[in-house]
């Protein structure tokens, strides 16, 4: 039965309880940290709710958490050792009183909270639907020059060329990817290949990437919310509403002025355009566009972002566009020399450049299959392979305005990516795009045998590129 949040049934802290309190907590800070500290862990809670349930056996608990031997008997000792579970025979455990007692105030208080957070959002909800109501965002307004998201993997680089060229400025994906540096990083995570790995940019490069895509045809000003929205699965909280409501009347403010704007998080954790608003809503341009068969997109609610890691969203005015200088194709080619021997900031966790191929491939032969990530193999494998074909076109293009000298050297750059991007594709036939599938030990020692190929012909492109950079 949940608890009324009416004051007449609040608990009332009068000042003598306070001071027991706060002596309590003060002379027992330790045991109070170590009691909340032994059930402070989902698997933990988990074990705590199968034994209120009488489901206390270890075989049992096993399969029920999917935990290993050895990390349910760690976990069981914890909470042992803490007094909430004891042995009730051999193989068999059960909860404490003390056990008991902390599962139902710390349920009791979850719902309290959770309810009080409810409350909130509605509130500031019915908040926000009175200023639209007040402001006339009520209807549906959509710019006239609609920006196209590009077909690609690397999503910022389709959404990107899509408002730039809506602009005026016509331009391309392989033209993003190539004058900002992005298509020349490989980056992939340590320990196990999580999809993260192509999106996963530090801070100080993501805006030296963004300052170079200026250079196809536009001043941009980016907001970055360096907080993941939300930050926990289910609904925002209410300092997250206000911040997604910011958001959206400033989006508003561009699309009345006839201007798209770039969001990251539209229909998934990838960058998307917004071309309009209908209500409360986003009318946007995405990858979902591609398997849409030329239908509309469904608007996406202001508050409906899937933003893990930061949101990104970025307003565009016009500008000279200067890609087709001579200066400039230099200042990109030593940008892309510098990324592709990740001589720039990478994220704590990560590895970048060539040495990413041989983290990546120790993964698929190491870590055992139960533990492989399917998702993040072949996503990152076509973002990748998409990268070195993007970059190999890129070197191409910016070839003919340089010297005989450097145009040897580019040549020979860009066949190696291309070499590189033959393989990659291989690798995917092998984990095709998917958010699940096989990962059996003889796919993944062909999978290893592929990254060190692709590994050598990266390792040629970059030498060629740094060759031409100089």
């Known amino acids: 039965m949940q608890q009324s949040c009416h004051p007449k049934d609040a608990t009332i802290m009068v000042p003598g309880k306070e001071r027991d309190t706060d002596e309590a907590l003060v002379e027992n800070s330790e045991g109070i940290a170590g009691l909340l500290g032994s059930a402070a862990n989902p698997a933990r809670v988990m074990l705590l709710t199968l034994m209120l349930r009488g ?26 050792e803490n007094g909430l579970v004891r042995r009730a025979e051999r193989g068999k455990y059960e909860l404490t009183v003390d056990g008991r007692e902390l599962l139902g105030a710390a349920v009791s208080m979850y719902r309290s909270s959770a309810r009080r957070a409810d409350e909130e959002r509605v509130r500031l909800q019915s908040r926000y639907r009175r200023a639209f109501m007040e402001t006339g965002v009520t209807g549906r307004r959509i710019v006239s020059r609609q920006a196209k998201y590009q077909p690609c993997w690397l999503s910022y680089t389709g959404a990107m060329a899509g408002c730039i060229t809506a602009l005026g400025n016509a331009c391309d994906a392989t033209d993003v990817g190539g004058a900002s540096g992005y298509s020349f990083i490989i980056n992939v995570a340590k320990g196990q290949t999580c999809p993260s790995g192509p999106t996963a940019t530090h801070i100080k490069t993501f805006r030296e990437m963004l300052k170079a895509t200026e250079s196809l045809g536009a001043d941009i000003e980016a907001y970055i919310y360096q907080h993941s929205y939300p930050a926990k699965a289910g609904s925002p909280t209410p300092r997250e509403l206000e911040v997604v409501s910011k958001l959206f009347e400033r989006v508003r403010r561009e699309i009345d002025g006839d201007r798209p704007v770039v969001i990251y998080g539209l229909a998934a954790p990838e960058y998307g355009i917004v071309n309009g608003y209908e209500g409360q809503s986003y009318i946007v341009s995405t990858h979902r566009s591609l398997n849409e068969k030329g239908r509309p997109e469904e608007p996406i609610p202001f508050h409906a972002l899937n933003s893990p890691g930061c949101i990104d969203a970025f307003y565009f005015r016009e500008a000279p566009r200067t890609h087709e200088d001579k200066e400039f194709a230099a200042e990109a080619l030593a940008r892309a020399a510098r990324f592709a021997n990740a001589q720039m900031p990478v994220q704590k966790g990560y590895v970048a450049g060539v040495e990413a191929y041989d983290e990546w491939a120790r993964v698929l032969i190491e870590v055992p299959e139960e533990e492989q990530n399917y998702l993040g193999n072949s996503y990152t494998a076509a973002c990748v392979a998409e990268g070195r074909a993007m970059s190999a076109a890129y070197l191409r293009r910016v070839a003919p305005r340089t010297s005989a000298t450097v145009k040897e050297h580019l040549s020979a750059s860009a066949a190696a990516y291309a070499r590189a991007a033959e393989r990659m594709a291989e690798f995917l036939k092998l984990f095709p795009f998917g958010f699940e599938g096989e990962m059996k030990q003889p796919d993944r020692k062909k999978g290893a045998d592929i990254l060190k190929d692709a590994r050598a012909h990266e390792e040629e492109a970059v030498r060629e590129l740094s060759k031409a950079a100089r």
Request: glycine residues 12%; without cysteine; positive net charge.
């Open 55 to 80: 489901e206390g056996g270890f075989s049992t608990m096993r399969i029920k958490t999917g935990l290993s031997k050895t990390a349910l008997a760690n976990h069981l000792s914890r909470l042992v």
